[in-house]
T-cell receptor, first 113, second 114 residues
Framework: GEDVEQSLFLSVREGDSSVINCTYT??????LYWYKQEPGAGLQLLTY?????DMKQDQRLTVLLNKKDKHLSLRIADTQTGDSAIYFC?????????????FGAGTRLAVHP | KAGVTQTPRYLIKTRGQQVTLSCSPI?????VSWYQQTPGQGLQFLFE???????NKGNFPGRFSGRQFSNSRSEMNVSTLELGDSALYLC?????????????FGPGTRLTVT
């Protein structure tokens, strides 16, 4: 089946690290994406990882993938107020060769001083 | 390089009317996908086009349709609008299909049905 789950809310202090978690269910090879959405805006692609990788780092962002548990996390180092947004995890199963993304419900990140 | 553009950005329609939304992908991108975002259902896949052909379709009624032109621009149409069609409609463009392609989203069209 196709399902992506995320916790709905995360609150962190400015300067701390944020960790947003996601689980997916598709058992085929897949690409996993993280998007950021600010109020009134579209989705901004942050990073993505293929399911044969364990980790990917891009500046303040670190993605960790546990294939056995189908668990994905996004770590934001030195979280800033500008990071306050909704973060979506999305899965793109490769079966069928299509581009359809299956999204989680989104995690609202609130950064406070 | 210009990003994905969507027009119009905001739209107000009444029940029973129809609406057409437009999406221009990033230059060189040939795949366009459409999504509906609502507070209750989240982000749901509508359909995907590649080389002017619909390649995949989500679980939406036949009132929702789309097409893609030879320049990769895409339109979606919703006929006989219902109140529940009020949503943010997002399109995403990608260079190709099925491979390690990044998918970029436009700002969306916010449709309000009254």
């Amino acid at each position: 089946g196709e399902d992506v789950e995320q916790s709905l809310f995360l609150s962190v202090r400015e300067g701390d690290s944020s960790v947003i978690n996601c689980t997916y269910t598709d058992s085929s090879s897949t690409y996993l994406y993280w998007y950021k959405q600010e109020p009134g805006a579209g989705l901004q692609l942050l990073t993505y990882i293929f399911s044969n990788m364990d980790m990917k780092q891009d500046q303040r962002l670190t993605v960790l993938l546990n294939k056995k548990d189908k668990h994905l996390s996004l770590r934001i180092a030195d979280t800033q107020t500008g990071d306050s947004a909704i973060y979506f995890c999305a899965e793109r199963p490769l079966s069928g060769g299509y581009n359809k993304l299956i999204f989680g419900a989104g995690t609202r990140l609130a950064v406070h001083p | 390089k210009a990003g994905v553009t969507q027009t119009p950005r905001y739209l107000i329609k009444t029940r029973g009317q129809q609406v057409t939304l437009s999406c221009s992908p990033i230059s060189g991108h040939r795949s366009v996908s459409w999504y509906q975002q609502t507070p209750g259902q989240g982000l749901q896949f509508l359909f995907e086009y590649f080389s002017e052909t619909q390649r995949n379709k989500g679980n939406f009624p036949g009132r929702f349709s789309g097409r893609q032109f030879s320049n990769s621009r895409s339109e979606m149409n919703v006929s006989t609008l219902e109140l529940g069609d009020s949503a943010l409609y997002l399109c995403a463009s990608s260079r190709g299909q099925g491979g390690p392609y990044e998918q970029y989203f436009g700002p969306g069209t916010r449709l309000t049905v009254t």
